[in-house]
C-alpha cells in the first residue's frame, strides 16, 4: 500500500505547523482510473430523488428554526445538553454547507455565521473547542469544529477563522499519543479509533485549507490506523483490542482516506467486508441504534470515494441508505438519535443525504 503526501509533504518550519498555500491537498496524485472502470457512477438526479430532496429541506428547515438566536449561546442548536455543545452545532453548519449555502451566500448563509461564531467563541486560548459544558463536547466535539472551521475558512479566508484553526491544530497535535491516537479529552491518553478518525479527518481539513502537520504527527497516524485493521478486513475499537462494528471499519476506511490511501488490500478488504453489511442485507440493519448516524456519516464517505475504483459499491449504497433514512422519518419529517437528539439525527441525515451534491471540499472524491 502506497503512503503518497500525507507521510512524504512538505514539512512546516519549527514543529512542523505552518501555512502551506502552494501544496493545496494531502493526496498527491490520485491513482489512475482502472481499465475494468465500466460502470457509470449515477447521476445526483438518479440518486437524490424528488422525495429525497423534499425530506432534506424539511430536515434542515427543521434546524434552521432549532438555532438559537440571541444570548449567550447564540448560534447552538438548544440551550441544554447535547445541542448546546460544539459537536452537533458543527454537523449542523456542514450540513447547511452540503445544500450550497456558504458564510457568503445561500438560503442558509445566516446560520452559518451563527454557527461559525459560536465555535470561535469556544475556542479556549490552548486551542481546545468545546463548550462550557465539556460533557456535551470532548475530542469528538473539538474535531467536528476543526473539520467546519477548515471549510469556513476555504471559503472566506476569514483572519479570525484561520487564527483559532491554528491553535486547535496546535493542540491536537500536541495531545496525539505515542501510538498516534486520540481519546475523549485533550491530553495524551490510550486512544480509540471513533476519536481518532475525527482527528484524522479534520487535520486533513485543516490541511487543504492552508495548514501543515508534521510528519511524525502524519506517520504516526498511518500507523495507529494499520494496527486497528482485522485481518478480514474490519477495525476494532482500541489497539488492545475491542469491538468490530460498520462504524468503526467505515470510519477506518475514512482514515486511510484522509492519509491519501485510496487503493491497496487493506483499502479492498475493508471495503468488502463494508459491502457485505450495506443497508437492507439480510434480515434488517446492521448498525447498532447506539451509534447509527454515525457510522453512516463515515459510511457513506467511504462508499462515495470508493466511486473512483469501485462506482458500483456507490450505486449500490447510496440509493440502500438513502430509502433507509426515508423510512427512519417521524411524521415531522426528523431523525432521532436515542442519545443526541433530532437535532444532531437530523443534521446527519442531512449530510449523508446530500454527499452526491458534492458542495463541501473535504468530503470531494
Given at each position: 500500500?502506497?503512503?503518497?503526501?500525507?507521510?512524504?509533504?512538505?514539512?512546516?518550519?519549527?514543529?512542523?505547523?505552518?501555512?502551506?498555500?502552494?501544496?493545496?491537498?494531502?493526496?498527491?496524485?490520485?491513482?489512475?482510473?482502472?481499465?475494468?472502470?465500466?460502470?457509470?457512477?449515477?447521476?445526483?438526479?438518479?440518486?437524490?430523488?424528488?422525495?429525497?430532496?423534499?425530506?432534506?429541506?424539511?430536515?434542515?428547515?427543521?434546524?434552521?428554526?432549532?438555532?438559537?438566536?440571541?444570548?449567550?449561546?447564540?448560534?447552538?442548536?438548544g440551550t441544554s445538553g447535547y445541542p448546546c455543545g460544539v459537536a452537533v452545532t458543527?454537523?449542523?453548519?456542514?450540513?447547511?454547507?452540503?445544500?450550497?449555502?456558504?458564510?457568503?451566500?445561500?438560503?442558509?448563509?445566516?446560520?452559518?455565521?451563527?454557527?461559525?461564531?459560536?465555535?470561535?467563541?469556544?475556542?479556549?486560548?490552548?486551542?481546545?473547542?468545546?463548550?462550557?459544558?465539556?460533557?456535551?463536547?470532548?475530542?469528538?466535539?473539538?474535531?467536528?469544529?476543526?473539520?467546519?472551521?477548515?471549510?469556513?475558512?476555504?471559503?472566506?479566508?476569514?483572519?479570525?477563522v484561520m487564527e483559532k484553526l491554528k491553535l486547535a491544530v496546535e493542540m491536537t497535535?500536541?495531545?496525539?499519543?505515542?501510538?498516534?491516537?486520540?481519546?475523549?479529552?485533550?491530553?495524551?491518553?490510550?486512544?480509540?479509533?471513533?476519536?481518532?478518525?475525527?482527528?484524522?479527518?479534520?487535520?486533513?481539513?485543516?490541511?487543504?485549507?492552508?495548514?501543515?502537520?508534521?510528519?511524525?504527527?502524519?506517520?504516526?497516524?498511518?500507523?495507529?490506523?494499520?494496527?486497528?485493521?482485522?485481518?478480514?478486513?474490519?477495525?476494532?475499537?482500541?489497539?488492545?483490542?475491542?469491538?468490530?462494528?460498520?462504524?468503526?471499519?467505515?470510519?477506518?476506511?475514512?482514515?486511510?482516506?484522509?492519509?491519501?490511501?485510496?487503493?491497496?488490500?487493506?483499502?479492498?478488504?475493508?471495503?468488502?467486508?463494508?459491502?457485505?453489511?450495506?443497508?437492507?442485507?439480510?434480515?434488517?440493519?446492521?448498525?447498532?441504534?447506539?451509534?447509527?448516524?454515525?457510522?453512516?456519516?463515515?459510511?457513506?464517505?467511504?462508499?462515495?470515494?470508493?466511486?473512483?475504483?469501485?462506482?458500483?459499491?456507490?450505486?449500490?449504497?447510496?440509493?440502500?441508505?438513502?430509502?433507509?433514512?426515508?423510512?427512519?422519518?417521524?411524521?415531522?419529517?426528523?431523525?432521532?438519535?436515542?442519545?443526541?437528539?433530532?437535532?444532531?439525527?437530523?443534521?446527519?441525515?442531512?449530510?449523508?443525504?446530500?454527499?452526491?451534491?458534492?458542495?463541501?471540499?473535504?468530503?470531494?472524491?
Amino acid at each position: 500500500m502506497r503512503r503518497r503526501d500525507l507521510l512524504k509533504g512538505s514539512m512546516a518550519t519549527g514543529l512542523g505547523l505552518g501555512l502551506g498555500l502552494a501544496n493545496r491537498s494531502l493526496l498527491g496524485h490520485r491513482p489512475a482510473t482502472p481499465p475494468e472502470y465500466q460502470e457509470r457512477v449515477k447521476s445526483v438526479d438518479e440518486l437524490v430523488t424528488p422525495e429525497t430532496r423534499s425530506a432534506i429541506e424539511r430536515g434542515l428547515r427543521y434546524i434552521q428554526r432549532q438555532q438559537v438566536r440571541s444570548g449567550g449561546l447564540e448560534g447552538a442548536f438548544g440551550t441544554s445538553g447535547y445541542p448546546c455543545g460544539v459537536a452537533v452545532t458543527s454537523l449542523a453548519g456542514l450540513a447547511f454547507l452540503c445544500n450550497g449555502s456558504t458564510p457568503m451566500g445561500g438560503a442558509y448563509s445566516a446560520n452559518i455565521r451563527r454557527c461559525t461564531n459560536f465555535i470561535l467563541r469556544h475556542t479556549r486560548p490552548s486551542g481546545y473547542i468545546a463548550s462550557d459544558t465539556t460533557r456535551y463536547s470532548n475530542m469528538y466535539g473539538h474535531g467536528y469544529a476543526m473539520l467546519y472551521l477548515s471549510q469556513i475558512l476555504g471559503m472566506s479566508q476569514s483572519a479570525a477563522v484561520m487564527e483559532k484553526l491554528k491553535l486547535a491544530v496546535e493542540m491536537t497535535c500536541k495531545v496525539q499519543n505515542n501510538n498516534g491516537g486520540w481519546r475523549y479529552q485533550p491530553t495524551k491518553q490510550p486512544g480509540d479509533l471513533s476519536i481518532t478518525i475525527c482527528q484524522i479527518m479534520a487535520l486533513r481539513a485543516a490541511h487543504d485549507a492552508g495548514l501543515q502537520v508534521s510528519e511524525e504527527v502524519r506517520n504516526k497516524t498511518v500507523e495507529y490506523v494499520e494496527k486497528s485493521q482485522k485481518r478480514d478486513g474490519s477495525f476494532q475499537y482500541m489497539l488492545r483490542g475491542g469491538r468490530v462494528s460498520v462504524a468503526l471499519t467505515a470510519a477506518g476506511v475514512v482514515s486511510y482516506y484522509s492519509a491519501g490511501i485510496y487503493e491497496g488490500e487493506r483499502v479492498e478488504k475493508a471495503l468488502r467486508w463494508l459491502m457485505e453489511r450495506k443497508p437492507g442485507v439480510a434480515s434488517g440493519r446492521t448498525v447498532s441504534p447506539m451509534n447509527y448516524y454515525y457510522a453512516h456519516y463515515y459510511a457513506v464517505q467511504a462508499m462515495w470515494h470508493a466511486q473512483m475504483r469501485h462506482p458500483e459499491y456507490w450505486n449500490a449504497w447510496y440509493p440502500a441508505i438513502r430509502d433507509e433514512l426515508l423510512e427512519l422519518r417521524d411524521s415531522a419529517g426528523l431523525w432521532h438519535d436515542q442519545k443526541v437528539g433530532p437535532e444532531f439525527g437530523t443534521a446527519m441525515a442531512c449530510i449523508i443525504l446530500q454527499i452526491p451534491f458534492n458542495y463541501v471540499p473535504v468530503f470531494a472524491p
